[in-house]
């Protein structure tokens, strides 16, 4: 794997033209998703290894991007903490017994990774599918965010009871958040020991934290679980909505790359970081609405502005909406392949 292009990239060595990956690259904007989705829930196709490999490799073979990208959910830590998750159409996730008390807390078990097997199963058989073509990025939430979605009981535009709890009651925030940071880091080294080729930490809501809160009670928790894990030859990616302004306070927790939203000029955000730190991103989503002619000249653009930089990924700032049309998802990734520096 040393010699993929995402992995070269990742560790910040020469390549001939960014290689390729997409948040949210396997879902419903595929025709092919649906047909598996439509037999099945959401939770079934993550905990069922035939159907998470089958799912994973969609994008490997209709799109042939350059990474594969574990189907799973960064809510599968909560559930097997104790969280009573649910996903329904046109509602999301829902987490039936949310987390407001010190007696939720208490609750909440760390001993789970019983039952996150089903992730290390899927791993391997999504390996076996590899066969060595490209490397496997594994994932988990951070704790801030998953956080959030404990305490509000699902999606949240203000994500009002989870900040109350960071400003009334601190210390139960933070024992809430050591507690899915020690899973985090454990659930992480089960995807490595599996076979995972890189780790991706989402960070998805932490733009809505002020400077402060996001280093209290985001950045600190995902700096010990980068430190505890057993990285070996494996890049560890830092995602975080609101990169543009974090990225040089994510950088201290020594993340080889850093995932960028489309905020800030990726040349500029990229001088900012330590040199050995590659960044990944950052196209606005929405490009991939706009026609063909806009998509190419967008990732041209961005493409000559990282011309000469090592450690450049191609990816969007966040994941591919579901109504996005998958022709122009195709066309963006045979643009970025035929492109040279
Ligand atoms: C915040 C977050 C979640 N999940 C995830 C994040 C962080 C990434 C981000 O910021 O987008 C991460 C995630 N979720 C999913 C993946 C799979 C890998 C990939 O293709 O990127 C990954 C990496 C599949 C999924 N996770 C989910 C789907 C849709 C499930 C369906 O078919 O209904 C998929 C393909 C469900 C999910 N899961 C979550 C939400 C908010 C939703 C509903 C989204 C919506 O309805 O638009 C929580």
Not at 63 to 66: C, H, M, N, S
Not at 203 to 210: F, K, P, R, V
Not at 284 to 291: F, G, K
């Given at each position: 794997m040393k010699d993929s292009l995402f992995i070269k990239a990742a560790f910040s060595e020469t390549t001939e033209r960014p290689p390729v990956w997409m948040m949210r690259q396997a879902g419903r904007f595929m025709p092919e998703y649906w047909e598996i989705k439509n037999k099945y829930s959401f939770l079934e196709m993550c905990k069922t290894p035939e159907l998470a490999a089958d799912v994973t490799m969609l994008p490997v073979d209709l799109?042939?991007?350059?990474a594969a990208i574990l189907f799973s959910d960064i809510l599968v830590t909560g559930e097997a903490m104790g969280g009573d998750l649910s996903f329904s159409q046109g509602v999301g996730p829902k987490f039936a017994n949310p987390v407001r008390t010190q007696a939720d807390v208490d609750n909440l078990s760390t001993d789970v990774l019983d039952k996150l097997q089903y992730v290390a199963d899927a791993i391997k058989v999504i390996q076996q599918r590899l066969n060595g073509k490209i490397p496997l990025i594994g994932f988990a939430g951070a704790p801030f965010t998953v956080m959030s979605y404990l305490v509000e009981g699902g999606s949240s535009k203000d994500f009002k009871l989870t900040k109350l709890i960071l400003h009334n009651e601190p210390e139960m925030a933070h024992q809430l958040l050591a507690k899915i940071a020690k899973v985090t880091a454990a659930y992480l080294n089960l995807q490595i020991e599996a076979g995972v080729n890189a780790v991706q930490i989402f960070?998805?809501?932490?733009?809505?934290?002020?400077w402060d809160d996001y280093k209290e009670f985001s950045h600190r928790y995902i700096q010990e679980i980068i430190a505890n894990l057993n990285r070996k030859d494996i890049p560890v990616i830092s995602f975080c909505k609101g990169s543009s302004v974090f990225a040089p306070l994510m950088a201290e927790a020594k993340p080889d790359v850093i995932s960028i939203d489309w905020n800030v000029d990726l040349l500029d955000i990229k001088n900012r970081l330590p040199k050995s730190i590659a960044v990944q991103g950052n196209l606005?989503?929405?490009?991939?609405?706009?026609?063909k002619k806009v998509i190419k000249e967008r990732i041209h653009r961005l493409f000559e502005r990282m011309r000469g930089q090592n450690g450049f990924i191609f990816n969007l700032g966040h994941g591919i909406m579901p109504d996005i049309p998958f022709d122009n998802v195709k066309y963006a990734v045979e643009v970025i392949k035929e492109y040279r520096y």
């Open positions: 799109l042939d991007i350059d960070d998805s809501w932490a733009q809505a934290l002020a606005d989503p929405h490009i991939l609405y706009a026609d």
